[in-house]
């Protein structure tokens, strides 16, 4: 790519950033490409779909969220590991708020531009999932399907307009039951 199109293509994709920050994944590509300062051709020329767009957005953030786990796994007792970093994961869907439901939609479909990005990521929570189980401190009736679907589950509440203090409330409700031989949270 030129230089002059790889600068137009960052700064596209900065202001994507900032109007789904704003407004969530649902917002309009007219008025990301508006802001942008280029046509609604150009934004499609570089992202055909709403998907390869949030999934080049998101693949910094997963990918991130991977090499996170291993740090995690390297560094953290397991059950410690494992809350840090589902924690880490609500945190990254949360900023990328409305984003819950294309992450479980893509999941499931291997031909989403998002699948790839999903499915690695699912794959590292699951890693330092089973290395809790293995050392009796998480749940053995949970895999990793379940931990997408509990990060999605408290990444969607975090969206809502509850208080946020509710929100960390039940991601330690959820994390306590999750792992085994922890006291129930306190309020």
């Not at 960052?10 to 802001?35: K, P």
């Not at 740090?71 to 994961?89: F, G, K, N, T, Y």
């Not at 590292?124 to 009736?141: K, N, S, V």
């Amino acid at each position: 790519m030129r230089a002059d199109a790889q600068k137009n293509y960052e700064h596209l994709l900065a202001v994507a950033r900032e109007v789904l920050t704003e407004q969530g994944a649902n917002a309009s590509l007219r008025d990301i490409a508006r802001r942008a300062g280029v046509g609604l051709g150009t934004l499609y020329r570089h992202f055909p779909t709403r998907e390869a767009l949030l999934e080049t957005l998101l693949r910094a953030s997963f990918d991130a969220l991977k090499a996170r786990a291993g740090e995690l796994e390297a560094s953290s007792p397991p059950d410690e590991a494992l809350v840090a970093w589902l924690r880490e994961a609500v945190g990254v869907a949360h900023r990328h708020r409305g984003v819950v439901d294309s992450m479980m939609a893509a999941i499931a479909d291997p031909d989403s531009a998002l699948h790839a990005s999903c499915v690695a990521m699912r794959a590292a929570g699951t890693r330092l999932l089973a290395r809790a189980q293995a050392e009796g401190l998480a749940r053995t009736d949970v895999d990793g399907v379940d931990l997408f679907a509990l990060l999605g589950a408290l990444a969607w509440l975090r969206d809502q307009t509850s208080p946020e203090r509710r929100a960390d409330h039940l991601f330690s409700v959820i994390a306590g039951a999750l792992l085994t031989d922890r006291p129930p949270a306190r309020r």
